[in-house]
């Protein structure tokens, strides 16, 4: 949402803006006055200038973000060596700007673990929408208890869709009870644990919520994520990547019994009727993410698939769901797709498209 008040001088900076600490090559620059309407920018056109000026700072006047076009002598990853190796400006966000399409930077960045690489031509408002949740996360990560209240982003979806989500998830909830209720004794016989599975989303407008679905898997399968990651269905594709940003295990181990079957059958995500019913996402629309994939999708590229509504089922469930040959990318194009052009028409086709696809051939 657009502030009221727009600031434009860094000096009479208050501590409810963002502060932006960015270097160009050149003085003129437009992003600096498009940012300029959300952001507290301090803009310096060398790297040496940019250097003096961190130097100058104390942990309480230190920016929220770095934002560094990448130069052609590539000096800006030496300074983020530097800046990395340094305690006072260890956790600063960095975010960095290319020119052009360059793997070799683009697999120094990753390397060198920048929260972002953003490429001309560049979307200012998908830019805005990054900056904003990166600061925000970073801030609230150790808060867990308290993101729901924490992220104030709002995207109000059209009143003809949330009408169509009550009344579809209220209906679909009273005739769904006896199989919902089936479900809950058939999880909580076979295993120790909690009935419903709770865990912290990312949904439209980067809103964070909690997400509901039947436990189908071990009460330690978080803690144990990271020791599958060769599983993972989504392996990492491009050159210089070390990690993919979605995570769907291919025969997952840590899935029980019950809940090999509530999965296969899509039972095990009834609960988010509630979610819907609450207004938290949309019987239609790209599947919230968890935490940590949200963080991973930090490119212009892919970052407008969270400004379409989040859903229940989506275009990429119904298109591809459960084949192995589902690329990271064919999901993100998919997303961005349904973000751009979603209507009561393409939600009914995708709804109809739902049904043939809930059983599963594939353990993914």
């Excluded at 697999?107 to 031509?121: E, I």
């Excluded at 009143?159 to 989500?165: H, P, T």
């Excluded at 963080?295 to 590229?301: A, D, K, P």
């Excluded at 459960?322 to 052009?341: H, I, P, T, V, W």
């Amino acid at each position: 949402m657009t502030p009221q008040n727009t600031p434009t001088n860094w000096e009479n900076s208050n501590q409810a803006q963002n502060k932006v600490a960015y270097v160009s090559s050149t003085a003129e620059d437009r992003l600096v006055d498009q940012l300029r309407q959300h952001f507290f920018i301090k803009h310096l056109v060398t790297y040496s200038a940019f250097e003096d000026y961190l130097a100058e700072q104390s942990i309480l006047t230190l920016p929220d973000i770095l934002l560094m076009e990448i130069d052609e002598d590539e000096y800006c990853f030496t300074l983020v060596e530097k800046i990395k190796k340094n305690p006072m400006l260890h956790g600063l966000l960095i975010v960095l700007l290319a020119k052009t399409p360059n793997k070799h930077w683009k697999a120094k960045a990753m390397k060198l673990k920048v929260n972002d690489l953003y490429t001309y031509p560049l979307p200012v408002d998908y830019l805005r929408e990054r900056l904003n949740f990166l600061i925000k996360f970073k801030l609230i990560r150790p808060k867990l208890s308290e993101l729901l209240n924490q992220v104030d982003v709002e995207y109000k979806m059209p009143l003809s869709k949330r009408l169509f989500d009550i009344v579809s998830s209220g209906i679909a909830l009273i005739l769904a009870s006896p199989i919902m209720l089936l479900v809950a004794i058939m999880v909580k016989l076979e295993s120790k644990g909690p009935i419903i599975y709770k865990s912290k989303r990312v949904g439209t407008g980067y809103l964070v919520f909690d997400f509901y679905k039947f436990r189908s898997m071990r009460t330690d399968a978080d803690q144990t994520l990271a020791q599958l990651s060769s599983l993972n269905q989504y392996s990492a594709e491009e050159e210089g990547s070390t990690k993919a940003a979605f995570v769907k295990i291919k025969n997952d181990p840590r899935v029980t019994k019950v809940g090999n079957f509530i999965r296969n059958t899509s039972l095990d995500e009834l609960p988010q009727l509630f979610n819907i019913l609450k207004g938290d996402m949309s019987l239609v629309g790209n599947r919230p993410l968890p935490l940590y994939e949200a963080e991973m999708l930090t490119s212009n590229e892919w970052s407008m698939r969270f400004l379409g509504p989040a859903g229940l089922t989506g275009l990429w469930q119904v298109s591809k769901r459960g084949k192995e040959d589902m690329s990271e990318r064919e999901r993100k194009k998919l997303d961005n797709f349904y973000a751009q052009n979603y209507s009561f028409w393409l939600d009914l086709k995708i709804l109809l498209g739902t049904f043939p696809a809930l059983f599963q051939k594939e353990k993914v």
